[in-house]
């Protein structure tokens, strides 16, 4: 038991030598620095404050505090085509050392109709709507984190020409002409659900038709180049109110043997497909 009594006693005078020894290298009065936080400011679009986080200095977690700032507040619309959302921040420090703020740079894109589509009269009510001629734009501002002489962050700007992925609604002439010979077309964007533009087109049944029979054959272009002879010779020809557009295939404004060589190569397509369009006639004929 006593020998116990004095291992214990070891024990405490070597604990307390221990103590007296680490006393002894600190300075007087000396305590443990307590930690030093920092400040991060965060502005928005405007430099207006949108919130903070504190940061222990010199923690090299920044980056990914930034990372987790839910910036959707920032996302909003400016009339119907432009939308502006968060593309970055102005800077990244790995870590603070002070009181640091940073800014929210913004993306702006605008989708812009330039021109409309030119086509508005078609001669089928099968296939798909020509969308010749329409230009939609995206015009896109991207915010640098460079500043530019007066202070104010930089603009990168672009254009892309998005016109041939625009889609439309109906989506071809025999759903737009299956209740009647109009119909209003709606073009969108592509993975918009807002329509760009709007407009009208008519179907026109009856080209090729010259004789008004109710059918395009070898007939017609035989009746059109009679109307062509007797017009090349001076001579009066009379037409019923459609009859001369029914003639004038081509669209040029006169009949002539090419719009009976038209009328044939209708005619012939007629003979082996299920669905014979002037688009394909007139398009081989360029």
């Not at 006639?281 to 360029?286: F, T």
């Amino acid at each position: 038991m006593k020998g116990k009594i004095q291992m214990r006693i070891a024990r405490l005078t070597a604990a307390v030598s221990a103590i007296a020894v680490l006393s002894a290298s600190l300075p007087m009065g000396a305590a443990a620095a307590e930690p030093k936080y920092c400040r991060l400011t965060l502005l928005d679009f405007d430099g207006n404050e949108m919130g903070h986080l504190t940061v222990l200095e010199g923690e090299r977690i920044v980056d990914s505090l930034l990372e987790s700032v839910d910036t959707d507040s920032l996302h909003s619309f400016i009339g119907t085509n432009t939308e502006v959302g968060f593309s970055s921040w102005s800077e990244h420090p790995a870590s603070l050392t002070g009181n640091f703020t940073v800014q929210a740079l913004y993306r702006k894109m605008t989708i812009s109709l330039e021109a409309m589509p030119g086509k508005t009269e078609y001669y089928d009510n099968y296939g798909s709507i020509d969308l010749s001629g329409l230009k939609v734009i995206i015009a896109s501002e991207v915010q640098l984190p460079e500043k530019d002489s007066k202070g104010n962050y930089k603009v990168e700007k672009t254009v892309t020409d998005i016109s041939s992925a625009c889609t439309t609604k109906p989506e071809n002439l025999q759903t737009a002409f299956a209740s009647g010979n109009q119909a209003k077309i709606n073009v969108y964007p592509i993975s918009s659900e807002k329509s760009i533009a709007s407009y009208d087109i008519t179907y026109f049944p009856y080209a090729g038709d010259a004789d008004m029979d109710g059918h395009v054959t070898s007939a017609d272009a035989s009746y059109i180049l009679s109307v062509y002879s007797a017009l090349a010779t001076g001579n009066t020809v009379t037409y019923a109110a459609t009859q001369k557009k029914r003639m004038d295939v081509d669209g040029n404004g006169r009949i002539e043997p090419a719009d009976a060589s038209l009328v044939l190569g209708f005619y012939a397509n007629a003979s082996v497909e299920e669905h014979p369009t002037w688009k394909k006639v007139l398009e081989n004929a360029q």
